[in-house]
């Protein structure tokens, strides 16, 4: 049994809260890096501390590459004009920018289940379900983060980046799902700290699905409710 298997295998079924109905909060315009550190830093502690509910929040950032707990120095090839920033996820370099879908989660993990592992699994399963709407199949990979997609004639392209940090069991920064990214400001990195020429990264729109980031926001919405249960207010700010 391969260890994604035997980790889904332990984490089966989905792990709730009945009572547990996170926040919705989806940003209609670009967040800056440093103001969305400073806002899960407080969230999470609210959380923990002052009994605040959960938070999922949707957004982009302008264009900046993030440097995981993982990170090699090598890695970043050229950062440009582009800021880096070194953040205590889990994980190696990543870049988001417009037109990628970062959807931030802060979840009480005492509540649902206080497995990490799980939690992750968790976490791949929503964006496995959300992108499953657009008849894409997103797939986990032994040895390499993320979500995959096979294009076939033996590449695979990552579509999605998944990078944790969790705090006195409260959860923070989350999944990120390239809906129409540019492309190109990969190339300042090797994302996820692989190097493999069969290896590339890809979006929706590049497979060719003329989806937008309110499409992709419906689709997490419903996916999540499926994984991690009820879901509470909405709003758009």
Same mark, same amino acid.
């Given at each position: ?24 909060l989806v940003s ?30 949707? *957004? ?6 993030? @440097? ?34 970062? @959807? ?9 289940g206080a497995d ?13 379900? @959300? %992108? ?27 579509? @999605? ?37 069969? %290896? ?12 937008? %980031?309110?499409? *992709? ?14 879901i509470g207010d909405?709003?758009?700010?």
């Amino acid at each position: 049994m391969s260890q994604n298997a035997a980790i889904a295998d332990t984490c089966s079924p989905q792990r709730r809260s009945e009572t547990a109905r996170p926040d919705w909060l989806v940003s209609d315009k670009p967040v800056a890096y440093e103001g969305a550190l400073e806002l899960m830093e407080s969230r999470v502690a609210a959380i923990r501390d002052e009994g605040a509910k959960e938070l999922v929040w949707l *957004l982009e950032h302008p264009p900046l590459y993030t @440097a995981g707990t993982s990170a090699k120095d090598g890695d970043l090839l050229s950062a440009g004009d582009f800021p880096v920033y070194k953040t205590g996820r889990g994980g190696q370099y990543t870049y988001h920018g417009p037109g990628q879908r970062v @959807a931030y989660a802060m979840l009480d993990l005492k509540q649902r289940g206080a497995d990490v592992r799980c939690y992750v699994h968790d976490l791949e399963e929503w964006v496995i379900r @959300a %992108l499953a709407q657009f008849n894409v199949v997103g797939e986990r990979r032994e040895g390499r983060v993320g979500i995959w997609v096979d294009r076939g004639n033996g590449r695979e392209d990552k579509i @999605a980046a998944i990078g944790v940090r969790v705090r006195r069991w409260v959860s923070f920064h989350g999944i990120a799902i390239n809906v129409e990214p540019e492309l190109s400001h990969f190339q300042g990195i090797v994302p996820c700290g692989i190097a493999d020429p069969n %290896l590339g990264v890809t979006s929706l729109v590049d497979l060719g699905l003329p989806v937008t %980031l309110e499409d *992709l926001d419906l689709a997490l919405h419903s996916a999540f409710a499926e994984v991690f249960g009820p879901i509470g207010d909405q709003s758009v700010g």
